[in-house]
T-cell receptor
């Protein structure tokens, strides 16, 4: 029962470097999401994809880009990493046209020096 | 302003000591309220969905209830393994992006 798989689990970057966080789900869900979780801030939505071929901004999209590669995969890219993007990133997916519960991966812990 | 507030921020219980966690919300057009459990170093794990006022859901020692303004997560006779952070999230309005998470309640259950 893989559910939602995120890679890598940990990453350290230098300011200005770029990287892509990968996410894949095996639940045949249409909707996928990227969040960041910071101490005292709760989970905040970065981008989401309601279906294959569509993406929309969430609460905190600046500095990020996303790609819905196919129904299973949704990637998050940091083009030029900044220390303010140090966080734990979670990917999630949901069925039921987005009204159902979201199922989360175990996160990517990203530090930017 | 649309918002979700959880209280208390932290709760320490003795094993067997029942209590409740609160999630109050102010949003327009509630579509669903979700409860999650999050263990350190892990992603949130789905517990319950509530869609309308008066609805209740139960699972083992946990029971979730919903009114028009708030939801409660009741924990009956908790055990140390119930220790975790409990998150609530509210889906509202017409967009799938309209999902607000509360900051969570960190529950510690001592033997």
């Amino acid at each position: 029962n893989a559910g939602v798989t995120q890679t890598p689990k940990f990453q350290v970057l230098k300011t200005g470097q770029s990287m892509t966080l990968q996410c894949a789900q095996d639940m045949n869900h249409n909707s996928m999401y990227w969040y960041r979780q910071d101490p005292g801030m709760g989970l905040r939505l970065i981008y989401y994809s309601a279906s294959e071929g569509t993406t929309d901004k969430g609460e905190v999209p600046n500095g990020y880009n996303v790609s819905r590669l196919n129904k299973r995969e949704f990637s998050l890219r940091l083009e030029s990493a900044a220390p303010s993007q140090t966080s734990v990133y979670f990917c999630a997916s949901s069925g039921d046209r987005g009204d159902g519960p979201q199922h989360f991966g175990d996160g990517t812990r990203l530090s930017i020096l | 302003e649309d918002q979700v507030t959880q209280s208390p921020e932290a709760l320490r219980l003795q094993e067997g000591e029942s209590s409740s966690l609160n999630c109050s919300y102010t949003v327009s057009g509630l579509r669903g309220l979700f409860w999650y459990r999050q263990d350190p170093g892990k992603g949130p794990e789905f517990l319950f969905t509530l869609y309308s006022a008066g609805e209740e859901k139960e699972k083992e020692r946990l029971k979730a209830t919903l009114t028009k303004k708030e939801s409660f997560l009741h924990i009956t006779a908790p055990k140390p393994e119930d220790s975790a952070t409990y998150l609530c999230a509210v889906l509202y309005g017409g967009s799938q992006g309209n999902l607000i998470f509360g900051k969570g309640t960190k529950l510690s259950v001592k033997p």
